[in-house]
């Protein structure tokens, strides 16, 4: 069965780098693409990104653009999201979605890792 | 990219029938059929309930249905039940190759 298993809570200084890896099985992992979405505490979802697990073609939120890379390595089936400089207001539940589409960040999430709880505080 | 406008809560009684409203432009909502709805219970990962603005993923019960008119997306729930109280989000392609959420809707069934 499709299965997507996040790293562990973290937490991180403002202007370190925060990094969430997302490892995925049960499926073929370049037919597909990943969204990145988040929740502050006591916030909507907020979309971060998507990635293409085939050829790794990115597309990022403006708010979000300059500060965020997501990559993938298809050695291990594993998506990864890097934040840089995070500040206070990072501080949120950080989610992996698998996309449908390998071309573009058209479509739903349809199966999503349990979310990785990320603290950005001195 | 502004959010999609959801009503921030809704209300019904077990058995009854809700429906939420999800409003964006002509360069999302409108402009695609793209759209998807999500069921999130605090802590735990966001359901993906509907696609394509009206499709049901194998599993989802079919008291879940969803339409489009212009800019504005709708979810439908019939037969309200307890296990149905949980934050619904709405999510729409964007022409500018991104996703965009809604704002979010807190059902409290009563």
Not at chain 1, 7 to 27: D, E, I
Request: net charge positive.
């Amino acid at each position: 069965q499709v299965q997507l298993v996040q790293s562990g809570a973290a937490v991180t200084k403002p202007g370190a780098s925060l990094r969430v890896s997302c490892k995925t099985s049960g499926y073929t992992f370049t037919n597909y693409g990943f969204s990145w979405v988040r929740q502050a505490p006591g916030q909507g979802l907020q979309w971060v990104g998507w990635i293409s697990a085939y050829n790794g073609n990115t597309n990022y939120a403006l708010s979000f653009q300059g500060r965020v890379t997501m990559t993938t390595d298809t050695s291990t089936n594993t998506a990864y999201l890097e934040l840089r400089s995070p500040r206070a207001d990072d501080t949120a539940v950080y989610y992996c979605a698998r996309a449908p589409s390998p071309a573009a960040a058209v479509g739903p999430a349809d199966y999503w890792g349990q979310g990785t709880l990320v603290t950005v505080s001195s | 990219q502004s959010a999609l406008t959801q009503p921030a809560s809704v209300s019904g009684s077990p058995g009854q029938s809700i429906t939420i409203s999800c409003t964006g432009t002509s360069s999302d909502v409108g402009g695609y059929n793209f759209v998807s709805w999500y069921q999130h219970h605090p802590g735990k990962a966001p359901k993906l309930l509907i696609y394509d603005v009206y499709k049901r993923p194998s599993g989802v019960s079919n008291r879940f249905s969803a339409s489009k008119s212009g800019n504005t997306a709708s979810l439908t729930i019939s037969g309200l039940q307890a296990d149905d109280e949980a934050d619904y989000y709405c999510s729409s392609y964007t022409g500018s190759s991104t996703l965009v959420f809604g704002g979010g809707t807190k059902l409290t069934v009563l």
